[in-house]
């Protein structure tokens, strides 16, 4: 495999690499979309983002990577194997996988095929894995996703909402998980995507080539660096990349942690409903990625700051009217947006709505006030 640049030596492109960084931390964010230039470092962060991802325990010989430590979301092999034999499947490491999704794909080779004429004639269920099997618990790049058909978007979109690749034929039917890393890039001037698919990536990054000429002389001595000694040059990157593959890793473990109040819930739907964004998937896709931030900077609470951070991703390809149509939104302004919301309700003397007991559902039973 050819030596891959690291991902700590990206220079500028803040937004791209925190929004990578953050669906690391927590997959269930839902998958960032890169919009930009050409020669910005999309494709590059993606590969970079990978290589440094932590070691995932699978389960041994598993052709899905079930995670053995969660056995509700095994694939049928694994069930059957464990009902099988009675007792705990072993357990190995792998490294984090990087599946390069071609715009050329079709449904049977993301979703992966059954056997029918097997199952027919001879009683055995066979399943062809795809490209979603590859990718579980790993991370699936599509370059030029605004290029790939409709239907084969919307089936991958689906997969990682849903953490599971369902596939059903003539009666028999396969399951297995596919909780990945979602990333797609794609250069505007080569059209764009449909909105019913633009709003379902979570996360949203639009990237411009540097204009600092500093910069600009930094990006070509890095590189020609990289590229006179790939491996020297990782060797020095190396303290970096363990440090961010270490904090990345702590993360993991401290997201579903991380509490929120009512106040916070409250200062998401107002921030969303003063903007005007359509739908609610925004509201959620901000309160986790918030939960993420706060999880990376080892914290166990959500603050103002996270909600106007994870608003500055997830924002931008909703908001359809109103005064940030026409300019970026930056943190700075939506912390001010918020901190005005807030002014509002503390003025209009609005009791702040608790859940009693008996309407509390199991996630609100995990919102602690601080």
């Given at each position: 495999?050819?030596?891959?640049?690291?991902?700590?030596?990206i220079?500028?492109?803040?937004?791209?690499?925190?929004?990578?960084?953050?669906?690391?931390?927590?997959?269930r964010?839902?998958?960032?979309?890169?919009?930009?230039?050409?020669?910005?470092?999309?494709?590059?962060?993606?590969?970079?983002?990978?290589?440094?991802?932590?070691?995932?325990?699978?389960?041994?010989?598993?052709?899905?990577?079930?995670?053995?430590?969660?056995?509700?979301?095994?694939?049928?092999?694994?069930?059957?194997?464990?009902?099988?034999?009675?007792?705990?499947l072993?357990?190995?490491?792998?490294?984090?996988p990087?599946?390069?999704?071609?715009?050329?794909?079709?449904?049977?080779?993301?979703?992966?095929?059954?056997?029918?004429?097997?199952?027919?004639?001879?009683?055995?269920?066979?399943?062809?894995?795809?490209?979603?099997?590859?990718?579980?618990?790993?991370?699936?790049?599509?370059?030029e996703?605004?290029?790939?058909?409709?239907?084969?978007?919307?089936?991958?979109?689906?997969?990682?909402?849903?953490?599971?690749n369902?596939?059903?034929?003539?009666?028999?039917?396969?399951?297995?998980?596919?909780?990945?890393?979602?990333?797609?890039?794609?250069?505007?001037?080569?059209?764009?995507?449909?909105?019913?698919?633009?709003?379902?990536?979570?996360?949203?990054?639009?990237?411009?080539?540097?204009?600092?000429a500093?910069?600009?002389?930094?990006?070509?001595?890095?590189?020609?660096?990289?590229?006179a000694?790939?491996?020297?040059?990782?060797?020095?990157?190396?303290?970096?990349?363990?440090e961010?593959s270490?904090?990345?890793?702590?993360?993991?473990?401290?997201?579903?942690?991380?509490?929120?109040?009512?106040?916070?819930?409250?200062?998401?739907?107002?921030?969303?409903?003063?903007?005007?964004?359509?739908?609610h998937?925004s509201?959620?896709?901000?309160?986790?990625?918030?939960?993420?931030?706060?999880?990376?900077?080892?914290r166990t609470?959500?603050?103002?700051?996270?909600i106007?951070?994870?608003a500055?991703?997830?924002?931008?390809?909703?908001?359809?009217?109103?005064?940030?149509?026409?300019?970026?939104?930056?943190?700075?302004?939506?912390?001010?947006?918020?901190?005005?919301?807030?002014?509002e309700a503390?003025?209009?003397?609005?009791?702040?709505?608790?859940?009693?007991?008996?309407?509390?559902?199991?996630?609100?039973?995990?919102?602690?006030?601080?």
């Amino acid at each position: 495999m050819p030596p891959i640049y690291p991902f700590t030596a990206i220079v500028g492109q803040e937004r791209m690499r925190r929004a990578l960084v953050l669906n690391a931390v927590n997959p269930r964010i839902g998958g960032v979309l890169i919009r930009g230039e050409r020669g910005t470092a999309k494709s590059t962060a993606a590969r970079a983002l990978a290589a440094l991802l932590p070691s995932v325990r699978i389960v041994e010989a598993c052709r899905f990577g079930c995670d053995p430590d969660h056995p509700t979301t095994w694939c049928t092999e694994c069930r059957e194997r464990a009902a099988l034999n009675g007792e705990k499947l072993p357990v190995e490491l792998r490294i984090t996988p990087f599946i390069n999704l071609p715009v050329s794909a079709t449904e049977d080779r993301v979703v992966g095929t059954l056997d029918i004429e097997k199952a027919i004639q001879k009683g055995e269920r066979s399943f062809e894995p795809g490209v979603l099997a590859a990718a579980n618990r790993g991370l699936l790049y599509i370059d030029e996703v605004n290029l790939l058909d409709d239907h084969v978007v919307d089936l991958l979109l689906d997969s990682a909402a849903m953490g599971m690749n369902i596939v059903e034929r003539e009666g028999i039917s396969f399951t297995h998980p596919a909780r990945f890393i979602l990333v797609g890039t794609m250069n505007p001037e080569e059209g764009d995507l449909r909105p019913q698919l633009l709003d379902r990536f979570a996360l949203s990054v639009e990237i411009r080539g540097i204009r600092d000429a500093r910069e600009r002389v930094l990006i070509m001595e890095r590189h020609l660096a990289f590229e006179a000694d790939p491996d020297g040059f990782r060797q020095q990157w190396l303290p970096q990349e363990e440090e961010l593959s270490q904090r990345i890793d702590m993360a993991r473990k401290l997201v579903d942690h991380v509490s929120y109040t009512q106040r916070d819930l409250l200062t998401i739907a107002a921030l969303t409903a003063s903007l005007n964004v359509e739908g609610h998937r925004s509201d959620l896709v901000i309160l986790k990625t918030a939960r993420a931030h706060a999880a990376f900077e080892g914290r166990t609470a959500i603050t103002d700051r996270d909600i106007a951070l994870a608003a500055e991703l997830a924002l931008p390809h909703r908001i359809r009217q109103g005064p940030f149509q026409q300019s970026e939104i930056g943190p700075d302004e939506l912390q001010e947006r918020i901190e005005q919301l807030q002014g509002e309700a503390e003025t209009t003397g609005e009791p702040e709505p608790v859940p009693s007991d008996e309407q509390s559902s199991p996630e609100k039973k995990k919102t602690q006030v601080r």
